[in-house]
């Protein structure tokens, strides 16, 4: 069974554009968070959409946003980017949006602004 | 709020000794309860859980962990490290979304 799969796996983007990530979860999962982790700030938490619906979501500015279509991909996009937002993107899937159900990882986007 | 503290930012063993880990949370109800492990340029592998029962749960790559209500621990051990355990591992709760710790990175000297 394929694993969680990101793409891509490396951006470099510049201060003010946008870009869009994009997450295949494991077939079957339909839960699926998305992760900001930096050396500093360890893993902060996104959101996490379930059945294309945002079920929970962190605390993020509004230049943040995700979506999830019928077939449980997720994509998530960040708008007028700083400089801050250099981090690895790690996207999670499981099964269920229940709490004992693991999240299963994908490699992540290693986003760089300049 | 749920979260969890892993003490130790940094963790350094000879290679054949024991590997421990430590984590707390803090919870006012029993959590569920995860450790991952993260390799360079990879995302997060879960090595073992704790949802209800057996309170020492036993995961992958020889790793297991031991839950203590009373102390509100949840510490990873192993009993003799390997070169191949060098890594960042993260305890996580699991309440109305998952908590993770800043992580522990292990290093093992040969």
């Known amino acids: 069974k394929a694993g969680v799969t990101q793409t891509p796996r490396y951006l470099i983007k510049t201060r003010g554009q946008q870009v869009t990530l994009s997450c295949s979860p494991i077939?079957?999962?339909?839960?699926v968070s998305w992760y900001q982790q930096t050396p500093g700030q360890g893993l902060q938490f996104l959101f996490e959409y379930f059945s294309e619906t945002q079920r929970n979501k962190g605390n993020f500015p509004g230049r943040f946003s995700g979506r999830q279509f019928s077939n449980s991909r997720s994509e998530m996009n960040v708008s007028t980017l700083e400089l801050g937002d250099s981090a690895l993107y790690l996207c999670?899937?499981?099964?269920?949006?229940?709490?004992?159900?693991?999240?299963?990882f994908g490699n992540g986007t290693r986003l760089t602004v300049t | 709020a749920q979260s969890v503290t892993q003490l130790g930012s940094h963790v350094s063993v000879s290679e054949g000794a024991l590997v421990l880990l430590r984590c707390n949370y803090s919870s006012s109800v029993p959590p569920y309860l995860f450790w991952y492990v993260q390799y360079p340029n990879q995302g997060l592998q879960l090595l073992l859980k704790?949802?209800?029962?057996?309170?020492l749960v036993k995961g992958i790559n020889g790793f297991e962990a031991e839950f203590k209500k009373s102390e509100t621990s949840f510490h990873l051990t192993k009993p003799s490290a390997h070169m191949s355990d060098a890594a960042e591992y993260f305890c996580?709760?699991?309440?109305?979304?998952?908590?993770f710790g800043t992580g522990t990175s292990l290093t093992v000297i040969p």
């Open positions: 999670a899937s499981s099964l269920v949006a229940d709490r004992d159900s693991p999240l299963h």
């Open positions: 996580a709760s699991a309440g109305n979304q998952f908590y």
């Open positions: 077939s079957g999962h339909r839960s």
């Open positions: 704790y949802t209800t029962g057996a309170t």
